[in-house]
């Protein structure tokens, strides 16, 4: 689901402590912790289990306890973790802390349900900005926001620190969009459009692609059905294996 490059080794810009350096896998989990422990914090838990928050997060317990121990959390023996606490640290690490800008670049079908989502603001960020380069939806207003030009995104960035910018825009587009917003200082950009973006050192990406997600669960469906050699349900016909995945009855064509 992503194309990330990692930063490495955190530095010391700004004033900002370094930071652990955590396994990509931990950080993608982080977030679901996190959301676990509000939904446990806003039902009057101040303190969990790691069997009770890794059953929360979806993920096996031991998992959770070696994830949480590169935060130096190790919860309390009989007691469990503090979820304030845990929530405090987490946030923490996420860079949570502040509400980070976001510039939303292309918005139509998919930019104006991204526009209208109220669940940035509640999980740390403020949608600053709606660009877009077609002059008839510059100057539209989306939930008390007005689309600008994608030109003013110079202005725009200076004025509101855009931390993150989000790509809505047919792929065809996002590559200058891309460009345009690596000229403008950010360094974290979240591309829905079905490409792959080229970026300097330093600059994070990652890419939201459902099509893609459907077709892994389409690959998970397919092998379910070669193994039971029945054909499962909302699928057409199983087509013949290409050359050199031939499977004999038992085998798994694919490893996991
Ligand atoms: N990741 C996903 O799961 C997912 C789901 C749906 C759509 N998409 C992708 O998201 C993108 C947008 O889809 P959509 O249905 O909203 O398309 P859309 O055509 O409705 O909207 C695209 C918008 O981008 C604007 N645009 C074009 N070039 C631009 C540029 N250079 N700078 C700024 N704005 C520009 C257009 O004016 C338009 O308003 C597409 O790439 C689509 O494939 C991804």
């Known amino acids: 689901m992503s194309q990330h490059r990692h930063p490495g080794t955190p530095g010391r810009a700004g004033g900002v402590p370094a930071l652990p350096d955590l396994p990509e896998a931990t950080v993608a989990r982080l977030p679901e912790y996190l959301r676990a422990l509000h939904n446990l914090a806003e039902t009057g838990n101040e303190t969990v289990s790691s069997e009770g928050l890794a ?12 994830d949480l121990s590169h ?54 960020f403020r ?16 939930h008390g926001m007005v689309v600008r030009h994608v030109d003013e995104l110079p202005q725009v960035a200076a004025e509101e620190s855009i931390a993150i910018g989000v790509i809505a825009t047919p792929a065809s587009a996002a590559q200058r969009v891309a460009d345009q917003l690596v000229a403008v200082g950010v360094t974290s ?24 997600e459907l077709q892994i669960l389409s690959f998970h469906e397919h092998r379910k059905a070669s193994l039971t050699g029945l054909p499962r349900t909302g699928g057409s016909a199983l087509t013949a294996l290409p050359g050199g995945l031939a499977v004999t009855e038992g085998q798994e064509a694919i490893g996991t």
């Open 189 to 212: 950009i979240l591309n829905f459009a079905p490409c792959v973006l080229s970026v300097p050192d330093g600059v994070d990406v990652r890419k939201v692609d459902l099509a893609i």
């Open 71 to 124: 935060l130096g959390s190790y919860g309390t023996r009989g007691v469990g973790y503090d979820v304030a606490l845990l929530i405090e640290q987490i946030e923490y690490v996420l860079g949570l802390t502040q509400r980070r800008a976001v510039a939303l670049v292309g918005v139509g079908n998919l930019g104006h349900a991204l526009a209208g989502y109220d669940g940035f603001a509640s999980r740390g």
């Open 127 to 142: 949608i600053a900005a709606l660009l877009d380069a077609d002059p008839a939806r510059v100057g539209e207003e989306i």
């Open 55 to 66: 059953n929360a997060a979806g993920v096996n317990s031991a998992k959770l306890r070696k």
